[in-house]
């Protein structure tokens, strides 16, 4: 059995995990990162992308109000690569609660948000999209963030300054020695051999997962588990961000991406943060409630629909999870008699640095290492990892560099075989259970309106001639492929979608019969909500 | 305005399949219609091979298949024909192929076992000439060389000899297509291999890397209208027996098959509307009045008689919208699951398959779809291909059979009305 040694473990390649791997490594304590799939399986790549303005809190959760608008504002400096900064509108409709428009300047200034009231002309010419029936608009700072983007730049730097991840590496159990977790004891999900892990300390930043990790030590961890849906439309709905003016509930919000807009969420308690999928009846939901403020939701198309599970740490009895404070918890197991064990959980994409930095400040007391945070004022560098996820990157590197031989695999997003190469290259050892599904998740392949049925079946024969699959893998990782991107088709399937359904199995059960046949290579990942790249297109 | 006999709503399998019966019955036919199932085809005619799907229980005997089928599922559209009908369909359709340049062939009652650019085996009934040394090289596992091209991308030679694991005398080699470079498509190279001297080419390039291959198998590249003659040159210039593997689509097997149908279907006096759709549906005075196309290009047409055949989703017959699932032409009824969570299953693969590919039209034996009130929309209106319900041809791998049986049995029972 492999061991490894290390000062710090941190457990979770979210945003949450990343950041803290950056922030210590600015304070001169190289890590070590674990993910047990891939950068982004959790909720980091199964949400809304809203660089919150805080303007959605101002009424439920003041706190996290500020909180947001303050990182929104460091993030939108120090990391401009991983930000549109858009803008955004709340808007009321015809029926909705007045009380809540009224207040909602009032309640934005005692939080110090930026709002400012509009005249509704003013709002419909800005967003032409809207409802006749609006009645009120406010301007605030919402942007939109791309997760992926975030997560990999922090990984980058980190790497860069000596810290390491290990992809595809599951922490299944811990040995307590005298209060102290003394090994962490891990699988290789790539070839299922087991990895010990030493560390001075421990750093749980599993999200959802948080609670199972926290108690492989034996600490506990009250934890509510609430699965969100969300809709990507084809096309750009809004230049901003539109929130619907009311008390948060399901369906307000349309964030843009690219050239696509996401219509979302849902809130619905699960049990367990495995195994969620958006479904039929949240997306006719969604579509429902949300076209009262963009009727167009009701016609456009949609290309996809995604979930993700938000982790709350239960503060007692509570009813619906939007009023549960999203502020995030940190945990010093040193209650639990875990002196080297920390938890850093729950809380939010727009706060992940916070986070981090609250949870690198207890780890470096721990440590006795004195060094402050400097991801405050340090701008995030932009790296090379992360930029095929971004629309349009892939056709526009390749008419640059394209050589002779190099073909198109992706036609719906252009991305060329020499793409394809450059993210197995990288990947190396761990390409986990399938390597189509970790370049579904660095590239945009699978993501344009083919929905996998050609682009899938050409990489797998590149795989093939690459040699990076054998015998019956290939199509088997190619079932797991398709399996996971019907996840998110199946509930939208109408109009155009389902032309491209039904073209799509003519051609992997009606031409090809891989019905029949290996299984999918895995099925054990059930449960990684949405690991999907950038969701913006 | 010419009035038809029969107006031919379609030009995919059960489209084409409509007019040349029709006209052969001597009919005046009008047909329109746009891209369709058979521009994406992989050349094989399937007749039944999979029943009951869920089981996946996989028959040698279609016929056999086609038994059980009508016992077990008698709502499905092969129990409105019988065996000697859907026989004299296949024979008269791959006949009048053969008439226009391209030839298929297979196994009297009995399906064959042919490779996919996947590297799996399906099961289908009538194949290319131009496929059938790769089913002999298949069930004999006999020393092949499959040779694939850098820069055609639809399919891996090395994917289908690691797949095939059950064939170790299977070897691969990827050459350079001669004349050609970058990014390459089935259907420019089938054009240039028209030229000899460019299959003499072909063969140098590949003649160093036979070893003691008996069979060598290309992607499907050799010739648009004459593909038995390239085969029988290679064959020749090779000293082995060659055999074609479709690609991955569009391959060259669409084009194929309309170029056959583009030479075969005017000399039997049928009147084509391509990439045309039918855009209005009336009927008065006992005639149906279409208009197909839109705008300037608009044409009226009108008919005595009309076959449905416009296919489902993808070929556009079908249309749905979040709530329901409706007939793109005359608006009729469609069998439908009543909710659409039950559309779809969790998992695209599963074998029962999915609820909305039963969906489709209800028709009377005679396969004349059912209007609101459960009697004929129309004496003369029938339908025919993938649009009927109660069928699943991709899982019961039927696709092709079952638009020309359904379409030769429209046919026939509309001339009888006429
Ligand atoms: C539907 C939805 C919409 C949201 N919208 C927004 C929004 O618009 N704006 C916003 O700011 N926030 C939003 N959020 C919240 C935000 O997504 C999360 O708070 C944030 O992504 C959490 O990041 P994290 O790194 O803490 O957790 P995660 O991203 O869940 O990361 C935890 C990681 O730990 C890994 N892991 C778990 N167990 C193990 C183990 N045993 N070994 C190794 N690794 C393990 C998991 O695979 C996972 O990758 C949304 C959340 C949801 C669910
Ligand atoms: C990728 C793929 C692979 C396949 N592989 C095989 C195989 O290996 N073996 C096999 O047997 N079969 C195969 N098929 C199935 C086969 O090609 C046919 O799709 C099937 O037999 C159904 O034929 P159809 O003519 O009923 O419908 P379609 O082929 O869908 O044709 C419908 C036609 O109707 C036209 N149309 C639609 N609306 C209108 C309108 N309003 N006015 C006028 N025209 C209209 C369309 O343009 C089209 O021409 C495959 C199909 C696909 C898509």
New interface residues.
Partial sequence: MTTLHTRVLIIGAGATGAGLLRDLALRGVPALLIEQRDVNSGASGGNHGLLHSGARYVASDREAAMECREEGDILRRLAPQCIEDTGGLFVAVRGDDERYVADFPGLCAASSVPCRGLDLGTARAMEPSLSPDLVAAFAVQDGAVDPFMLSLDNIAQALSLGSSMRRNLAAQSMEVENGRIVRVLCRDITTGEDVRIEADLVLNAAGAWAARVASLAGARIGMLFSMGSLLITQDRIATRVINRLRKPSDADILVPGGTVSILGTTSIRVASPDGCRPSVAEADRIIDDARAMLPILERTRYIRAYAGVRPLVSLGPAGDDRAVSRGFALVDHAADGLENFITITGGKLTTYRLMAEKAADLACAKLGVAAPCRTRTEPLPASTLGQWTEPGKGPRTWVDSRTEDDLVLCECEMVSRGVIDSIIDESGAMRGRSMLKAIGMRSRVGKGPCQGGFCGQRVTGHLYDRGMVSGMQGLAELKTFTERRWRGFSPILWGVPLMQADLQEALYCGSMDLEFGPPPSTRDDEGACAPVAKEPA | MNTYDVMVIGSGFAGMAASLFAAKRGLSVAQAGGTG?ID???G?IDLMAVHPVAG?RVWEDPYAALAALRRDLPLHPYAHVTDDEIAAALGEFAAFLGDNGLCYTGRPGRNTLTL???????PTYLLPCSAWGGVEALEAKAPTLLVDF??L????A??IA??R?DWPELRTA?VRFPGM???LYPEHMAWSMADQARRIELAEAVRPLLGDARFVGFPAIFGMTDTMAVVRHMEELLGRRVFEIPT??PSIAGPRLRAAFDRGLPVLGVRTYTQKLVSAAEVSDGLFHFTAGSGSTAVRIAARGAVLASG???G?GL????HAVREAVFDLPVSQPG???D??R??????RG?G??QAGLETDAALRPLGADGRPFHPRLHAAGAILAHQD???M?C?AGLAIATACKAVRDLNQNL
């Fill in positions: 199932g994406f085809s992989t094989f996946q996919t650019s996947a590297g799996t085996v399906k850098h820069g991308k639809g399919i891996s090395r994917q690691e797949v694991a990827r470079g970058g990014e991955l689509p489902r989703f993808f556009k249309k749905a919208d979040r909710k659409r969570e559309w779809h969790a998992e695209f693969f599963d074998p999915h909305i590919n041809w991709m899982r791998k696709g």
